[in-house]
């Protein structure tokens, strides 16, 4: 039997998996749990400048081998900072206004693709199942088959997928989607998306849409749970509680992007404290916010913009022994996270688009059950139709923020105790473990698919 192949932008630190940080590291750590022999292969994020093909520098850990390839820095700034998250990131995020498409980034892009091919199909045994994930790799199916591989090829979207108007709005919307078609199975978050990828198949004459169906992630519940037991013990959340002094704390924890609704959510926070000032120096809301991508100037305003937001709302309520809003721009924990989690009674998890959000789950699976928290979800987020139960809101309406807040402040714990125990049912039903599973499932049923190799241009 062969082995699985993850392939991915950039292959996490093994030494460091034990704290994964974004949604696809979270997901496929607690799924590689299995100890079924696997090689992970990507980026090593490493930039440097060689001349030909490097060769991939291979490290074994348990059942799992990690090979990873440098990039130079012209590949990296054109195929990951210019292309990737330059045009396809906002424009999956339906943020056309956002893009900023030059044509020599679109070439690095199947440059560094041909490239991953290449070091890949060295590494590759008969009989092995390849899974490559999300935005940045979407030719590296064909480039496989171009380059003779026959067997498996899985392809999972992370992220939304945007319907043909606004897709046809990609220069490479054609080439991109036409060197999808080496995939055997294409997974997406949502119903939704799926639908999506099939109308844009459809608008272009392309076949596969029967190759395309959704497959929500979730976590491991159960052990992130003892996580938060453990870490609610320990003497960060104490502090965090001690500071609070047992008033409600509300959080919110997203990678610092334009994606999330950050300035959304402070605005409806501020229409909280301005209509309801009961609250007023007894609520707390404590947004963790790493930066990301720091070198694109998109992100910069964007950090600069919820600098002056923060300044302006504390400025106007904060008193001498109260901060509204505590703000907090690099990493934690993720063991940490999930003790303050199952300390704050309000979840704060308002994305403008997100394809699922693992956030929102890690919540309810953190929550103590005779007293669990309340969680306010944008119903623009790949988890909504999963989490119904939650309250639901748009993250453009701050009224609507504002009075969700309110009901989960004031909700008494009966209600609490219900909504959250069909929360928590929903995120045990569907686990990092079963939607791997399920995936590598369809992949191994799914019709070969290997009929012609054609170049993408």
């Known amino acids: 039997m062969g082995r699985l192949v993850i392939v991915s932008n950039r292959v996490p630190d093994p030494h460091e998996l034990a704290q994964p940080a974004g949604g696809l590291t979270v997901a ?9 022999p696997c090689l992970w292969f990507g980026w090593s994020g490493r930039q440097m400048e060689f001349e030909g093909d490097p060769t991939p520098n291979v490290e074994t850990h348990g059942s799992v081998t990690y090979a990873t390839i440098p990039l130079t820095p012209a590949q990296h700034r054109g195929y990951y900072q210019n292309f990737s998250n330059g045009i396809l990131w906002p424009l999956f995020h339906y943020r056309l206004g956002l893009m900023s498409y030059e044509r020599a980034d679109w070439i690095r892009y199947l440059e560094v693709n041909r490239l991953f091919a290449r070091g890949l199909a060295s590494l590759l045994e008969p009989g092995d199942t390849v899974w490559i994930h999300d935005y940045h790799l979407f030719p590296l199916g064909q480039e496989l088959r171009n380059l003779g591989f026959q067997g498996r090829i899985g392809f999972f979207l992370h992220i939304p997928l945007p319907p043909w108007s606004l897709f046809r709005a990609l220069p490479p919307a054609e080439p991109i989607l036409r060197s999808m078609q ?67 704390l509300i959080i919110g ?44 100037e998109e992100y910069r305003l964007l950090r600069r913009q919820l600098d002056e937001t923060i300044g302006r709302i504390n400025g106007a309520f904060a008193e001498f022994d109260w901060t509204p809003i505590r703000y907090l ?31 929102a789950k890690e919540y309810i699976a953190a929550q103590d059950p005779e007293h669990p ?85």
């Open 373 to 457: 928290g309340a969680l306010v979800l944008s119903h623009l987020a790949g988890a909504a139709p999963e989490l119904s139960e939650a309250l639901l809101v748009n993250p453009h309406d701050a009224d609507a923020i504002a009075d969700a807040l309110h009901e989960a402040l004031t909700m008494n714990l009966e209600e609490r105790k219900r909504r959250w125990a069909l929360l928590d049912n929903e995120v045990r039903s569907t686990t990092a473990g079963s939607w791997a599973r399920d995936f590598l499932t369809a992949l191994d049923s799914a019709d070969a698919n290997v009929d012609g190799q054609t170049p993408v241009s």
């Open 182 to 248: 080496a995939y055997d199975l294409i997974g997406l978050q949502t119903e939704e998306d799926a639908n999506n990828l099939r109308g844009c198949f459809e608008a272009e004459g392309l076949s596969g849409a029967d190759r395309v169906r959704p497959f929500p992630i979730g976590i491991d519940p159960t052990q992130f749970g003892a996580d938060a037991r453990l870490a609610f013990a320990g003497k960060e959340v104490q502090r965090l509680r001690d500071s609070v002094h047992d008033e409600p």
């Open 253 to 296: 924890v997203d990678r610092l992007d334009y994606s999330k609704g950050l300035q959304e959510r402070f605005l409806g926070y501020e229409r909280l404290l301005t209509r309801y000032p009961e609250h007023r120096r007894h609520v707390t809301y404590l947004q963790v916010a790493p930066v990301s991508r720091g070198e694109v």
């Open 329 to 359: 721009t690099r990493p934690v924990p993720r063991s940490v996270l999930a003790g303050f989690y199952r300390l704050a009674d309000v979840a704060l998890i308002t994305p403008l688009r997100d394809g699922m959000n693992l956030v």
């Open 28 to 36: 496929l750590a607690d799924a590689l749990r299995s100890g079924d």
